[in-house]
């Protein structure tokens, strides 16, 4: 009997830059890697070895991701982001389901990016804090004016808000306590 072997195409990401940490801004030292699957928007799977990084002073664990991915997304973001945006029509080849999930998922979220795009702004000095005109813009219009609405804007806004330590990891804030016991997360 014949066995075919079936080759698929594994991409390594490697930043070129010194990645700071996150949380506290130490080096990080790579500890290993891991295998990172995603579909593509026309639902073609594709894996990537990302590199496994920890921090030398808080010692967290990080994972190197490259700009297409979105953290704890099945997808890339190519795929996502003409959904989110509410683009018509949309190419991208997935349940109805799935839109409906990305489209709950990043409303839940949109203010939030909003706000930390902002704060960013204001931190580190980029020009004027804005004016009573930014109240009449809608979120994603808000979100654009800091990344712009180019082809990729999404993994824009996930770089910069997953790079400084501002991603919202879980959906649960508040968990059922059990017998008196407040479980914590």
């Known amino acids: 009997m014949n066995s075919l072997k079936i080759v698929s195409l594994v991409f390594f990401v490697r930043s070129m830059e010194q990645i700071p940490c996150p949380c506290c801004g130490e080096r990080l030292n790579v500890i290993g ?3 990172r699957k995603y579909l593509t928007s026309q639902s073609l ?4 070895v990302i590199r ?13 991701l490259p700009d297409f991915l979105v953290p704890y997304k099945r997808y890339a973001g190519e795929a996502i982001e003409p959904v989110v945006a509410n683009e018509l029509p949309l190419s991208v080849a997935v349940d109805e389901s799935t839109i409906t999930r990305w489209r709950q998922w990043f409303a839940e979220r949109a203010e939030h990016f909003a706000g930390c ?7 580190f000095g980029y020009g004027f804090v804005g004016g009573p005109s930014d109240l009449s813009l809608s979120v994603l219009q808000r979100i654009w004016h800091y990344v712009g609405d180019a082809p990729a804007w999404l993994a824009r806004v996930v770089r910069t808000v997953a790079n400084t330590n501002q991603w919202v990891h879980t959906r649960s804030a508040f968990c059922p306590s059990w017998q008196g016991y407040t479980i914590m997360l």
């Not at 799977?45 to 990537?48: K, R």
């Not at 496994?52 to 994972?63: A, P, V």
């Not at 795009?117 to 931190?123: D, F, K, Q, T, Y």
């Open 33 to 35: 890697s891991r295998r």
């Open 45 to 48: 799977p594709q894996v990537v």
């Open 52 to 64: 496994r990084l920890r921090c030398c002073r808080c010692g967290r664990i990080h994972h190197e």
């Open 117 to 123: 795009l902002e704060s960013i702004r204001i931190r």
